[in-house]
């Protein structure tokens, strides 16, 4: 689709400067704008390329001014940033939606479903399902018996959706991610044979959450494993059986979180930390990247380092990491004098 500058900036409401019906059908970075995309300058260390870029028309902040001729049309805006973000949602719905039931395809006699449901290819709704207004479910989706599903929910191609599950409006899971599978569960005998501890409960999912690509959520024990409103995954996590995650937390790639573990709010979380089961994490919490946490943490701790510290003493400590090796060679020199002397 093409967008004219006056109907990008009547969306963003920013200001023209320039040509009001220059045409863009693509977005790009600056230092790569051709004629026809748009692009934005939000940032000071790439003002130069908006006097070299070709892009079509270019979002900047309101209080920019050219010092140059630019032969790109401007929209001027509160915040460039934010306007191209809002811009990228704009377009992701354009570009998204889809709507129908494509064959071959199977859907349950009693599936129930709003308006504007799309149904790709070779996907699976089983019985007793029920689909909000505005569910995008791509092909090669699997949804299980009982599961219910809000509003404008998108289920990329390939998710796996195990019975029982609860989503909540506005939830996106990309492709490949695995919502239910049995949690880990096993108890040993006598004879250190393990049995199967039966998985009975279920996920729930609650509005405004994002799920990355090849993450896997398991169902509860018994009870629930829940993600709360505004919780954001990245790709390749691991969620474990009864895990609670609180409101408005982000878990970077390649984390696991083992059972029972309770996590508060507006938390961040780096990319391959692992969090031992039955802990409790405390409200915004920060996790450095490849930290391991084996312990209850309070309110507003930040942590690093395996077994975890305080982002403070782990700062302090890693000054004798690196030095340890020149430790040892004085406390071996000392030693030599002190035997000597004896």
Known sequence: MKFTASQIAEILEGEVVGNPEAEVSE??????????SLTFLSNPKYTSYIYKTNASITIVNKGFEVEQPVNT???KVKDAYKAFSTLLEYYNKIKLNKSGIEQPSFVAENVQYGEELYLGAFSYIGENVRIGNNVKIYPNVYIGDNVKIG???TLFAGVKIYSETLIGN???????????????GFSPDEGGVYAKVPQIGNVVIEDNVDIGAATTIDRATLGSTILRKGVKLDNQIQIAHNVEIGQNTAIAAQTGIAGSTKIG????????????????IGDRVKIQAQSGVGRNIQDDEMLQG??????????KSYIHFKNLSKTVDKLNQLEKKLNNNG
Not at 170 to 184: E, Y
């Open 27 to 36: 977005l790009a970075k600056i230092e790569e704008g051709s004629e026809g």
């Open 73 to 75: 049309t401007l929209i």
């Open 151 to 153: 509003n404008d929910v």
């Open 170 to 184: 506005d939830v996106v899971i990309h492709g490949g991610a695995i919502i239910g599978a049995d949690g880990f």
């Open 265 to 280: 709010k507006n938390c961040l979380i780096g990319g391959q930390v692992g969090i031992s089961g039955h802990l409790t």
């Open 306 to 315: 395996s077994p975890a510290l305080t982002y403070s003493n782990y700062n």
